[in-house]
């Protein structure tokens, strides 16, 4: 007869290990609402002391807070949710969609459209983050992701995510875009593309990292793409519908670039923008306010420069199959130093620069090192709350 084997008993008082089962977007959801959440009690407890800048005064309610976020561009957009686009011969250089939601917002929320256009703002800053640590998650692993979502935040000029502007929007379909493409869903790229260059001019250039992508997946063999490649095909449509608009309300289809000339935007060569503010550095008093506004604006994209170089040399280089994301950093670099805007060239290219994603994921990949981490973060939520009292207090410096 047989003996029976008998297990051993350790192993039976041993408890089974089953691994965890990884939900990367409940992750993501999460760590963005941390973010959100951290971000805008510093925002509200910045905008709450700033008053103390203006002297004597009662402190502010929180909805004069909120009005002290609604200057320059958000009252603009504002304005156009509420009258439309014929305000002046400036305005259709404000794309329709994020105006267009302010609109259908403002029946049904409380007061004017500033709680529109914050709650918008708000709500597409959460989807900002969340979306970022799915992509950075993806590339790069979840500490990775974490850290993204926190630089972004505490980027010097991330108050603008979270305020009445249209960065927030035009990033989350951008990512959304991007994010979509990686995991070849061609159409959803397509339509968020779409959206985005409804919202901003340059997400018609998203089609170039999109391109990148899409041929990596095929091989870079043109005989095997396939019928989804027409996905790409509607980034432009958000710019050809709005054009349409413009042709049968204001005239010309071309009005949203006319509208650019009454606020002295034009393109130069490659980088020569760069060399003009650089210039303007020189030409006035190191306080002065002409001089801190170029410091800033060259100064920031000279930065994220040396951040792209970083993606493709050095022990921070990114993977040959990441290349989407160094073309839309480089692309959108390119045209920060090539667009002046009125008498201050590259004006609000240190805000537009939040765009360039793959600085932040190599910041993300250099705060591995806690120092830096540290240094990252305390550098850039002290500039971000100075410069949102700058805003607050109404000047040009940061607009």
């Not at 409380?110 to 993806?138: Q, S, W």
């Not at 290219?349 to 591995?368: K, N, P, Q, S, T």
């Not at 090192?369 to 990252?376: E, G, K, P, S, T």
């Amino acid at each position: 007869m047989t003996a029976l084997a008998v297990p051993d008993a350790d192993l039976l008082l041993e408890p089974h290990h089953v691994a965890p089962v990884r939900r990367p977007w409940r992750s993501a959801l999460l760590a963005a609402l941390a973010v959100w959440s951290a971000s805008v009690v510093v925002h509200l407890m910045v905008g709450a002391l700033a008053w103390l800048t203006d002297g004597a005064g009662p402190a502010p309610d929180l909805w004069s807070i909120a009005l002290g976020w609604n200057r320059w561009d958000a009252g603009h957009y504002v304005r156009i949710a509420e009258s439309g686009y014929h305000l002046g011969p400036g305005f259709p250089a404000f794309f329709p969609l994020y105006p267009l939601l302010i609109h259908v917002l403002d029946p049904v929320l409380p007061g004017d459209g500033v709680a529109g256009a914050l709650l918008i703002a708000n709500a597409a800053a959460y989807g900002v983050l969340a979306l970022l640590h799915r992509l950075a998650d993806h590339e790069f692993g979840p500490r990775v992701a974490q850290r993204a979502a926190w630089y972004l935040a505490a980027f010097p000029m991330g108050f603008f995510l979270f305020i009445g502007y249209n960065e927030s929007l035009f990033l989350l379909l951008a990512l959304g875009a991007l994010y979509a493409g990686r995991r070849g869903h061609w159409w959803l790229a397509g339509s968020l593309g779409a959206l985005s260059s409804a919202t901003r001019l340059f997400g018609v250039l998203l089609i170039a990292p999109l391109a990148v992508e899409y041929l990596r997946q095929t091989g870079w063999r043109p005989r095997r793409v396939r019928p989804d490649v027409l996905g790409l095909a509607l980034v432009p449509l958000g710019v050809v519908g709005y054009s349409v608009y413009c042709l049968f309300e204001l005239g010309s289809p071309l009005q949203f670039s006319i509208a650019q000339d009454e606020w002295g935007r034009r393109y130069t060569f490659p980088g020569q923008a760069w060399l003009i503010s650089v210039r303007q550095i020189a030409g006035h008093s190191a306080l002065d306010k002409a001089t801190l506004g170029a410091v800033l604006d060259a100064g920031t994209i000279l930065v994220a420069v040396v951040l792209l170089i970083l993606c493709v040399k050095g022990p921070y280089r990114f993977r040959r199959d990441q290349a989407y994301l160094v073309v839309q950093a480089a692309i959108t670099l390119v045209m920060l130093m090539s667009t002046e805007v009125g008498g201050r060239s590259m004006q609000s290219a240190a805000r537009y620069a939040m765009e360039a994603v793959a600085i932040f994921l190599v910041l993300a990949r250099i705060g591995a090192n806690q120092v830096a981490d540290r240094a990252i973060l305390m550098i850039g939520v002290a500039l971000q709350a100075v410069f949102l009292v700058i805003f607050m207090a109404g000047t040009f410096l940061v607009a």
